[in-house]
């Protein structure tokens, strides 16, 4: 029930905006703070899951809600949280809470922040419902609700090129949406059920293999776009470059993860023939987008730009991790999943940061120096990098380095070699990762300066509440990666048809 | 026990953030306590944040350094009597300390019981190998975590007086005790995976503490590339753990260890070899050796600590660690010696011409780091971890020294100083003794430890291709009799060498007349202390290893190594001698240019990793731009011709329709007849 409380405070949050503005929330203020106040409100409730949460069995699916819905096609409203679910539950409501606390002083830049607020509620709804629901047609409900919010977003507050990235957002994954429905189909009306848990179970028995493989590109596919996997993931730099800083970190820190846990929840269990059949070609796309990402960083001029790509080469862990189908790289693709929605949405923070502040995102034209100019912002973008770049000891190393020992033994049917090969070839992308995030700081963080010492406005108290717990969260997970890893484990083995 | 080693480990790391976060804080704490109590406020407080100064702010070869201000050297000491009030410093030291006090309990008490103690926190599960969060101490560990806290030590205390006026010290300390957690982490860990961890964030600190001056672009491109260079090698070496792990189904070092007899000798030779990139990276080995004279810009305090007695050292101490492993994979160990030989060779000749001080220190590090590896590829692991330890205390010692030296003639070159062992006797005494190590003479520490490799790799030499003679003397790794003679021959020209470059510093050092404009005098107390206190152990360390029969001085290789010494020292002597005012290194003629630049290393890099990269990077952004994403903004083009052309069709003529229409009658009718 408490699920269904979780989706229903976001959605009555964004209904009651509908209200005449001179009866409720007359002003933009208000409407802010009534904006943080609903999202910490599921924040709070989604502490709650965790609370109630049973972490000594998340092979479980637990505090189910199933009712039905429309019985005529098998539909019913069956939500429920296990270990692979919650952590990105977590993480959805937290960034999106922050969001809102860092819109209270940071609104973007004009437009009604009645909409906004809206926007970012209806949005809310849209991806936890998509991490909680458990009926095929559920998800891509809510999977398609995240769309409209996010294109609103992208084309009314983002930045010159605000149309055209916003069009190329919505149609491209709108494609993917009708590959990923055609695939649902095509499972659901093989096996006969919608339902996920019992797809799950049944490790595709009742499927022919033609159907499986068939499924499991479609279903791939369209994930891939929203991943977004080398090479259909043209849609995203545009995006996050054009996005309002709370568009960026929600797209990047939220919805990309849409894409692999769909593979993780979906693809991998319910069609595991095609998977083993794909799973080459997905871990190849994956090292592809690793060297790829970080070899257009190293040469990128624009500063979100530059972080939307490292996204792909992140991502392209994670889609690797999936690959190998193993358990230890699942844990890895979902480990990599929070990492990186705690740091790449930190990094967009601070971009927008770096952007409100010197009035441009261009590398050159920011110059050097700014740890003389503002030194506490320079200091949290060198620590995301840091993190960014897989550091031990913080978050993201655990994701990239378990992703590789996956590599190294890949499931029974899969060739090693080309395994071996991708795990090489994906650790020396890693090198290179690392050498665009020192690039970037050695060359804004570093160097002489012509603004004086303290030119550069000071951090606000509500960019501290928003960064610090993120900053916080990622030190964490990465001193003490077993919070996680305890959680994914076991299910991941079931959901890989193993003990 | 294992409480114990937790602790050590935990003291640095939680006064890391400490320091970082609450340093200021406490300073102005105690200045408001002490301001009071003083009476009248005292002008130095330091409430207000001093000037930079920059005592070494990387030259390029050939630049001056700027002068640092001297009025701070004058009067009393200024840094000690602020030392009560200077929060950051007190918490990095306080820790430090108390880290050095566990260190040695832990050291003597497993002196006194030797053997493994082990302890395992909890298993992280990975869905594979599960990862054990657990410490081991054992004699090995015990002695190397010891080592690294003295010197940690040592370096914070040094630090106060050598960065007084550095704006940053707070970030510097923090930094400074980061690195030591990390280092006690690689030395305790008793998981690979752990030690790794350890490893890499060591990397991190030492990519901040290089670029600690990071206005200038010099030191972060030094930084960066230190940073890189490792971690170029680091994808080897975890690749190499997981060869092993996923080998021995634990990441446990003890587990892996035991299942070596069980391993495939060909994992086994690959994962060592793997590791072994690590270790080239990060013990500075050829042919990932070139950071680490680019390093030299940090801070000499930094270079102390990271880039010669502890962090370089750490490479050989994992091969010490995981000996069992490389003894089994000979390939290894043969490859390991010749890239040992190649280092030391080729760096002491590099050092030969340097016109930094800290550059010769530098590259005499990389030489004394391929000792090690060559004493570990010979078989004579005690000699070469007695070597590390010896190393540690007598580079650590050299480097603090020529930070007094720089400090007070604000110059990093050789070229501008000159007689300074009458202004600064203390400093001279201690470099002379820690110089008499380098080059290995008795009866210092660096003598003892040197000779035990050199005689190790004599037996060697000698036993090699010799099987089943019934040697009683120490076992030797199977690796082919050439390499040995080649490891022993290097080692013996090396000492020469070193005696050269070693007699060249301290000549152009301290002899001869004063050739830059500063007011020689000695550096600030707390700094001549630490380094007249580290002149103790380096002179004396060499006696502990009588109790072992292996590392007792042995008649022919000591002679033999004193005799090239000789040599070496005497004729950079003599050609000193002629003209002291001058550089000996001039008389290398062509050779100079080609010793200084290292044997146009970096240029090679430069040409085959980083141009092409860089040019690869150029290409993905415009083919990124061009083909893929044109391909998917040309969908947009297409649909619209696609749409146009079918719109041609729909004219909303109904005569074109009907004639459409009776024509696709005909078409059928006329199909009809003739099909059926």
Redesign the interface.
């Known amino acids: 029930m408490i699920l269904l409380v979780t989706l229903a405070i976001p959605l009555a949050g964004a209904l009651a905006l509908l209200l005449p503005r001179t009866r409720f929330l007359p002003d933009e203020e208000s409407v802010r703070r009534y904006g943080a106040a609903v999202t910490g409100l599921v924040l709070l409730t989604t502490v709650a899951v965790a609370a109630a949460f049973d972490h000594g069995d998340p092979r479980r699916m637990q505090l189910e809600v199933d009712w039905s819905w429309a019985p005529a096609i098998g539909l019913r409203f069956h939500l429920g949280v296990d270990g692979v679910s919650l952590p990105l539950v977590v993480l959805t409501a937290l960034l999106t809470f922050l969001c809102s606390i860092y819109t209270l002083r940071h609104p973007p830049a004009e437009g009604s922040a009645r909409l906004f607020t809206g926007l970012v509620l209806a949005l809310q709804v849209g991806m936890l419902g998509t991490f909680l629901a458990l009926d095929l047609l559920l998800f891509f409900v809510f999977f398609e609700v995240v769309l409209i919010p996010m294109y609103a977003v992208i084309a009314l507050w983002g930045g010159p090129g605000r149309r055209a990235a916003a069009y190329k957002f919505i149609l491209y994954t709108l494609l993917g949406s009708g590959l990923l429905l055609v695939g649902l189909l095509l499972v659901a009306v093989n096996a006969g059920t919608l339902d996920m848990v019992a797809l799950a179970e049944r490790h595709g028995h009742g499927l022919t293999p033609a159907v499986q493989i068939a499924a499991f590109a479609l279903i791939g596919l369209g994930l891939a776009i929203k991943v977004p996997m080398w090479p259909l993931h043209t849609w995203l730099p545009d995006a996050h470059t054009e996005a309002p800083t709370v568009g960026s970190v929600l797209l990047a820190g939220v919805l990309l993860k849409m894409g692999t846990y769909g593979l993780v929840r979906i693809a991998l269990p319910a069609a595991p023939e095609g998977a083993e059949l794909w799973a080459p070609w997905l871990g190849l796309c994956a090292v592809i987008g690793i060297v790829y990402g970080s070899l257009a960083c190293l040469a990128q001029r624009d500063l979100k730009r530059l972080i939307a790509y490292s996204s792909i080469g992140h991502m392209g862990f994670v889609l690797l991790g999936i690959a190998t189908l193993t358990p230890v790289g699942v844990n890895a693709a979902l480990f990599g999943n929070i990492a990186h929605g705690l740091i790449t949405g930190l990094l967009f923070f601070l971009a927008g940061a770096v952007k409100e502040r010197y009035g441009t995102g261009e590398l050159n034209a920011l110059g050097g120096g700014m740890l003389t100019a503002a030194p506490r912002l320079a200091s949290f973008l060198t620590f995301a990098a840091v993190a960014s770049l897989g550091l031990p000891g913080l978050a993201g190393f655990w994701g990239e380095m378990l992703a590789l020992l996956g590599a190294y033994r890949p499931a029974a049917g899969l060739p090693r070699e080309t395994f071996v090969t991708f795990m090489a070839v994906g650790a020396l992308g890693a090198v290179l990762t690392a050498a665009y995030f020192l690039r970037l700081l050695a060359t804004i963080t570093h160097g002489r300066t012509e603004r004086p010492a303290g030119s550069v406005a000071a951090l606000t108290r509500a960019e501290y509440a928003a960064w610090v717990p993120l900053v916080v969260l990622t030190l964490l997970v990465g001193l003490w990666p077993k919070l996680l890893l305890d959680l994914t484990t076991a299910p991941v083995r079931a959901l890989l048809g193993g003990g | 026990m294992i409480a114990l080693v937790s602790l050590t480990i935990a003291l640095p790391f939680c006064a890391a953030f400490a320091g970082m976060l609450l340093g200021r804080r406490l300073s102005r704490t105690l200045s408001a306590r002490a301001l009071p109590a003083a009476g009248s406020a005292a002008p130095d407080a330091p409430t207000t944040p001093l000037p930079a100064v920059v005592p070494d702010a990387a030259p390029a070869p050939g630049d001056e350094a700027r002068v640092p201000e001297l009025s701070r050297l004058a009067g009393p000491d200024l840094a000690l009597r602020r030392l009560p009030r200077n929060g950051p410093a007190l918490i990095a030291i306080a820790s430090t300390a108390l880290a050095t006090l566990l260190a040695l309990i832990v050291a003597t008490t497993v002196w006194l019981d030797p053997g493994t103690r082990e302890g395992t926190l ?1 298993l ?5 190998v599960d990862i054990a ?1 657990g410490l081991q101490a054992d004699g090995l560990a015990a002695l190397v975590g010891l080592m690294v806290c003295l010197v940690a030590l040592a370096v914070q205390i040094y630090s106060v007086a050598y960065l007084a006026e550095d704006p940053r010290y707070c970030s510097y300390a923090a930094f400074v005790s980061l690195f030591t957690a990390a280092m006690l982490l690689v030395v305790y860990a008793a998981d690979l ?1 752990l030690l ?2 350890g ?3 060591m990397g ?1 600190c030492s ?1 901040f503490l290089i ?1 600690h001056h ?2 200038d ?1 010099a ?3 030094a ?2 590339k230190a ?2 260079m490792t ?2 090698g680091d ?1 080897g070496f ?2 190499g753990i ?2 092993l792990g ?1 080998g021995a189904g634990t990441f446990s070092i003890g587990g892996v260890l035991d299942a070596v007899p069980d391993l495939p000798a060909g994992t086994l030779t690959a994962a060592t070899l793997l590791l072994l990139a690590g270790v080239a990276g990060k013990s500075a080995q050829f042919p990932l050796h070139t950071w680490l004279p680019d390093a030299m810009a940090g801070p000499t305090p930094i270079s102390a600590l990271i880039h010669a007695a502890t962090m370089v050292a750490a490479g050989i101490y994992v091969i010490a660690r995981l000996y069992p492993a490389f003894w089994a994979a000979p390939a290894s160990l043969t490859v390991l010696g010749i890239v040992a030989v190649i280092s030391m060779v080729g760096s002491a000749l590099a050092a030969l011409a340097q016109t930094d001080l800290k550059r010769v220190l530098a590259y005499s590090t990389i030489s004394q780091l391929a000792y090690m590896a060559a004493g570990l590829a010979v078989g004579a692991q005690t000699a070469a971890v007695f070597h590390l330890v010896t190393h540690g205390a007598f580079k650590a010692l050299l480097f603090l020294a020529a930070g007094s030296v720089i400090l007070v003639a604000g110059s990093n070159l050789l070229g501008r100083y000159g007689g300074l062992r009458r202004t600064m006797p203390i400093t001279f005494w201690a470099m002379t003794v820690g110089y008499a190590a380098l080059i290995g003479l008795p009866p210092v520490s660096g003598f003892f430890s040197k000779d035990s490799i050199i005689e190790g790799a004599r037996h060697a030499a000698a036993t090699a291709g010799r099987e089943g003679t019934g040697d009683t003397a120490a076992a030797v790794p199977d690796i082919p009799g050439g390499a040995a003679w080649a490891i022993y021959i290097a080692l013996l020209v090396t000492v020469g060498i070193t005696a050269a470059y070693a007699m060249r510093a301290w000549l152009m050092t301290f002899f001869g007349e004063q050739r830059g404009s500063f007011q020689a005098r000695e550096a600030p107390a707390l700094m001549t202390w630490t380094v007249a206190a580290l002149a103790v152990p380096s002179a004396v360390l060499g006696f502990f290893g009588l109790g072992a029969a292996e590392l007792r001085p042995h008649l022919v290789s000591a002679g033999l190594a004193l005799l090239w010494a000789a040599g070496g020292g005497a004729a950079a002597y003599l050609l000193w001698n002629r003209d002291p005012a001058r550089d000996p290194a001039d008389r290398l003629g062509p050779l100079r240019t080609v010793f200084d630049r290292a044997f146009y290393l970096d240029e090679l890099y430069a040409a085959l990793v980083v141009r092409p ?2 040019a ?6 415009v083919a ?1 731009r061009r083909g ?2 044109a391909l ?2 040309g969908t947009a083009g297409w649909s619209r011709r696609a749409g146009g052309a079918l719109r041609r069709i729909q004219t909303g003529n109904a005569q074109s329709y009907l004639t459409g229409l009776l024509a696709g009658v005909v078409v059928i009718a006329a199909g009809v007849v003739i099909l059926l």
């Open positions: 909890t992280v599960p990975t869905g594979t969060i995976l790794y961890v490893w890499e964030v991190i990519y670029g990071w206005e672009r030191n972060s491109r930084a960066v940073f890189l971690r170029l994808v975890l690749i997981f060869a996923i990269v860089r690869a990077a150029r290409a993905v952004v990124d893929l994403d998917v903004v």
